[in-house]
């Protein structure tokens, strides 16, 4: 059987706490954990709740989320076997590349510490928009104040497009009011930059001195992602590119959606609550792993 594992993007709505039982239970968990934990040099329960004061909080959260993706890949592999076929969206990305063998723990947190350097004294931010079949979209393509930085798609069965904007805080907070859609803004204490935008120039650069420095391995199964232009990886170089060129470029969903048609997966498990909200048709039968599987899996 073909198996397709997607991670999705980081979640804003994720309550860490929830991931406690599975931790407990779980000696695969327990492992990812353990490795995140040494990587930053924190105590273990530190990546569930709590402050780190060598790091971030945004910084903190993304590494979180890798950890409680991660932790639930792994527990899919070990009741399922291995999947055929890896997928990202976003911070998805790198928890793929990690789960094929191409990145490693230490690699994702360093990658992840250089792409949340602050660059400027701009005030910037993301946003949420579902926009209604069949206005505009493209309103929130402002290069000089925001871009679309991810494109989800049609989503709901076509009632919608979901899209993600990047961009100056003031652009997007006037285009909550000025737009054709309710954007939703995302607060700064959960992500105060743009991603996927032309602002992150300067951390495209410095990623990309990394990468050339630190080559990525070569991954045991392809990566499917929603990088225009690089929707299926199969060598390290190929995902150096990929993670090179996403921090510039808007994403594109439906793309990722059609490069994973040409494996014809039998099973698609999604690993994310986000995007079990849009309902996208991957093509075939799909699980959605999220509090709900947690809930029932852990208690």
Partial sequence: ?????????????????????????????????????ETIDVPVGHLIDGEVAHLHPVLLRWIRQLAAML??????????????????????????????????????????RERHLQDTGRDEAIGFAFVPAPIDWRYYDQPERMTISCDFGS?????????????????????R?????????????????????PFREP???RLESLLKENELGHPKAPVVTAVPGMYTLTSGAEAAKALI???????????????????????????????????????????YVDDAWLKRNFG
Avoid: C, W
């Fill in 1 to 37: 059987m073909t198996k397709f594992v997607l991670f999705g993007p980081a979640d804003a709505a994720v309550d860490f706490r929830g991931y406690e039982p599975m931790l407990r239970s779980s000696e695969v968990a327990q492992s990812i954990y353990r490795e995140f934990a």
């Fill in 71 to 112: 932790s639930v890949g792994r527990i899919l592999e070990r009741n399922h076997g291995a999947a055929s076929v890896y997928g990202g969206v976003s911070l998805g990305e790198l928890a793929a590349l990690h789960s094929s063998g191409a990145a490693s723990t230490e690699m994702v947190v360093r990658f992840l």
């Fill in 155 to 175: 989503v709901l069965n076509g009632a919608g497009r979901m899209i993600m904007v990047s961009g100056l805080r003031s652009a997007l907070e006037s285009a």
């Fill in 177 to 197: 009011g000025d737009g054709p859609a309710d954007l939703q803004v995302v607060d700064r204490s959960l992500a105060h930059q743009a991603y996927h935008s």
């Fill in 203 to 205: 951390s495209r650069q």
């Fill in 245 to 287: 060129a996403s921090e510039t470029q808007s994403l594109d969903v439906p793309g990722l959606v059609e490069a994973l048609r040409q494996f014809a997966p039998e099973k698609v498990y999604v690993i994310s609550s986000f995007l079990r909200q849009l309902e996208i048709d991957f093509h075939a039968a799909t699980e």
